[in-house]
């Protein structure tokens, strides 16, 4: 069947940290006319080039680049609703320039927002959808409290949620809290809705007599995705190389920058808050104490080589964590989206394991694939054509949506590990978990051997040995 035009084009460019997203997107705006919205968290931030990881302005190579160092420090990031307003915006604005809107980073969630039209039931705002005030917390002060408050406020509300979470996870609790402040309805019975409204079992109407729900999950473009990935010793060894390269390239400084500007903060009397925005970008928090060991000048010159030592180590560490995570949402979570949209045809997987044949290896397929699919001169490849490893990766692993139902949702604490489990699936990894083992082991241990002693002093026989006291005498 013969393809047309798309008439609202967009191009999205996925993957983990350190793959080569950015310069993807460079080549594909100066083929196609086309300018970048940056979809990265902490490149909102004004400032700040070697720890949010900035493009520079050479590599740019005068491509616009949008929503790139807009907000200040003292600002937190956007919530995913203020972000898909923004970014909208000027996705109009560059259509109308006649040219190409390229988005590109690594917050997937914003992405997946952005992409996907809203899922959420429809309210009595205007047009029949629920409205979203833009700063929630000067509307409701109470979602600026500590964590251990809006839980106790969300089991009052909606204790089917509270069980949910993690109690110190405050980004989920406090965004459970607010859908509810914002609606008037519980969390928990949106998304029961909606997991009902899926598989068709479902007949809830609004007072027009109309269904109370959106659509089936769609996408507002006609989106061409390609995710840049890399095999996983290969972005070791290269996110490993560039954290170095950071803390040679000034990182220090930035860290330096950084406690300063909350050192005033505090003089003022309006403390930031450390748990959020900017502060838990990776680099900051694990520099952190080095970079204040230094100011005051007073440690040993091999106690600050321990302290940086170990401060290297996190950061690289938190940084293969952070592309583990990014990985993790798109395989469980864009993946399934696009599969419940019927648009996993609009994936491909490019792979950027070789960073010496980058050209030819991710660029090449992406230059070819968009120029196809702007012009419709070519059937689209099937995306698990282009490699084995797309065949395994683009195949949804699971259902997410269903599979997380309230009916599987249950909070265990394992007082042993101080580990708390979301779901039984959760649980039954944690025991099974190494750690978990040994840590049981040494607990039987250290009961069997009270028990020890107490036979020795009654004089009973050695479970260990099974000789009685009068054996070992003779």
């Not at 013969?2 to 705006?29: F, H, Y």
């Not at 005033?264 to 694990?286: C, H």
């Amino acid at each position: 069947m013969a393809r047309s035009s798309p008439s609202n084009p967009l191009i999205a460019i996925i993957g983990a940290t350190g793959t080569g997203k950015s310069q993807l997107a460079v080549e594909l705006a100066k083929r196609y006319n086309g300018e970048i919205i940056n979809g990265d968290a902490m490149q909102l931030y004004a400032g700040l080039p070697i720890i949010t990881n900035k493009i520079t302005a050479e590599e740019q190579q005068g491509i616009p680049h949008h929503l790139l160092g807009c907000i200040g420090l003292h600002e937190q990031t956007w919530v995913v609703g203020t972000f898909v307003k923004k970014a909208l915006s000027i996705i109009e604005e560059i259509k109308s320039r006649g040219r190409l809107p390229i988005l590109v980073g690594g917050t997937h969630y914003y992405t997946q927002s952005l992409l996907f039209k809203d899922r959420l039931p429809k309210e009595n705002g205007e047009g029949g959808k629920t409205v979203f005030v833009e700063d929630t917390k000067q509307e409701w002060p109470i979602l600026q409290q500590p964590t251990e408050v809006l839980l106790e406020e969300l089991r009052r509300v909606d204790p089917i949620m509270a069980d949910r979470w993690h109690p110190n996870d405050h980004r989920k609790i406090q965004r459970s809290l607010e859908i509810y402040l914002q609606t008037g309805r519980k969390a928990s019975d949106i998304y029961a809705e909606q997991r009902q409204f899926l598989t068709g079992c479902d007949n809830t109407t609004d007072a027009n007599g109309s269904p109370a729900f959106l659509d089936e999950p769609s996408m507002r473009f006609s989106t061409l995705l390609f995710w840049v990935h890399a095999e996983t010793d290969a972005l070791r060894n290269r996110l490993d190389n560039r954290v170095d390269k950071m803390l040679d390239q000034g990182l220090l400084g930035e860290v330096q920058t950084l406690n300063a500007f909350a050192e005033a903060q505090m003089a003022k009397g309006e403390p930031v808050d450390e748990a959020r925005g900017i502060w838990v970008s990776i680099g900051y928090k694990e520099f952190k104490a080095y970079a204040q060991a230094l100011e005051k000048g007073d440690a040993k010159e091999r106690q600050l080589e321990k302290v940086k030592a170990e401060a290297l180590e996190r950061t690289k560490i938190s940084t293969r964590q952070y592309a583990k995570r990014q990985v993790r949402w798109i395989r469980i979570k864009l993946v399934n989206a696009l599969s419940q949209a019927n648009a996993s045809h609009s994936l491909y997987l490019l792979d950027g394991s070789n960073v010496a044949s980058f050209e030819q290896d991710v660029v090449a397929p992406a230059l070819e694939l968009t120029h196809d699919f702007l012009t419709a001169s070519e059937s689209l490849p099937e995306p698990s054509s282009l490699s084995a490893v797309a065949v395994e990766l683009l195949t949804p692993k699971r259902n997410y949506d269903l599979a997380s139902t309230p009916e599987k949702w249950m909070r265990r604490h394992c007082e042993l590990c101080g580990v708390t489990c979301g779901t039984e699936e959760q649980w039954g990894m944690h025991i099974k978990s190494k750690a978990h083992r040994k840590l049981t082991s040494k607990k039987k241990r250290a009961e069997v051997a009270p028990a020890k002693d107490v036979k020795h002093a009654e004089g009973g026989a050695d479970p260990a040995t099974n000789d009685s006291p009068s054996r070992r005498e003779l």
